[in-house]
């Protein structure tokens, strides 16, 4: 009874981490077309953070956390949250939804390139092969000449790679700096103050807020699956499978991310899926095989989102 329980807990938390990590373009991009981006992202995380909180103390998780621990937090929050997801809604402005998702997919080679320059760590002879087959699968992605030829699709192709620079940095940081030891208190600070530092970019930025009320229905119901699928359930569903299986079964949710994206725009949004993303796609992941060797895997894949 307990194997089967908990092989139906790993199967819903792989649905979680594939189906909606990979939907939550899809649902940003709704709702960003609407509602400035800033705030759109401020909302999320304000709301999902406290709603940890409130989760914490029912299940008599202690909130308590030394003053360093706090700091770190909130830097974590700002480089993954502030800037790595507040930008990337912004650009979901200019790029559609799978192209920002297959962008983001090179992740990997970021982190690993990252780790060469600032901590002088060698890539191995596979991760070579893989940064060889990542920068090709980059250049198809964004040589098209659909994306070329609009200035806007250019800002947020931009906006993306930053975002990931911030991610990869962040990656780097919270592998070695003292934070909350329980992930979902980690989680909820990190959300928290995030959402907190955009509503001020949101304001430096002269963005208007509006009511939820006022929000059409489909954006509202966008917002309600970013805070609690999206936020909540996909990141502990992440957390969960990092202690259930092995982290090579965990990162396959970086392949079948980018293609939930594209299938959800297209089928949803009527985005176009061109052959040379295609190929782009199939070459760029294959480098992202090669870079996640089990000595990579532990920075990236648990600090990913």
Known sequence: ?????????????????????????LLNKIAV?????????SFRFTLAG?????????????????????????????LFLSFGNGLVVWALRYVDTGFAALEISSQPLIILIMMRILQGKKIQPMSVVGVVFGVIGIYLLVSQKQIIAQKESIVGMIMIFFC??????????????DLPTNYFVNTGYQMFFAGIILSLMSLGFGEEWTSPLSWSGEVQIAMLLLIFFGSIVAFTSFNYLLKA????????????????????????????????SVIAAAILLTGVYFINTKKTLAIFERFKR
């Open 1 to 25: 009874m307990g194997k089967s329980s908990n092989s139906a807990l790993v199967i819903l938390a792989f649905f979680a981490i594939y189906v909606i990590w990979g939907s939550t373009y």
């Open 33 to 41: 077309l609407e509602l400035e981006p800033f705030m759109l992202a």
């Open 50 to 78: 406290l709603c940890i909180f409130l989760l914490a103390k029912i299940m008599g998780i202690s909130l308590r956390i030394s003053q360093k621990q706090l700091f770190n937090t909130i830097l974590a929050g700002i």
């Open 164 to 177: 990931m620079l911030c991610w990869a940095y962040a990656s780097l940081f919270v592998a070695k700096a």
């Open 245 to 276: 299986v092995s982290p090579e079964k965990v990162a396959t949710s970086t392949y079948v991310n980018p293609i939930v994206a594209l299938l959800l725009g297209w089928y949803f949004l009527d985005e176009q899926i061109t052959l040379q």
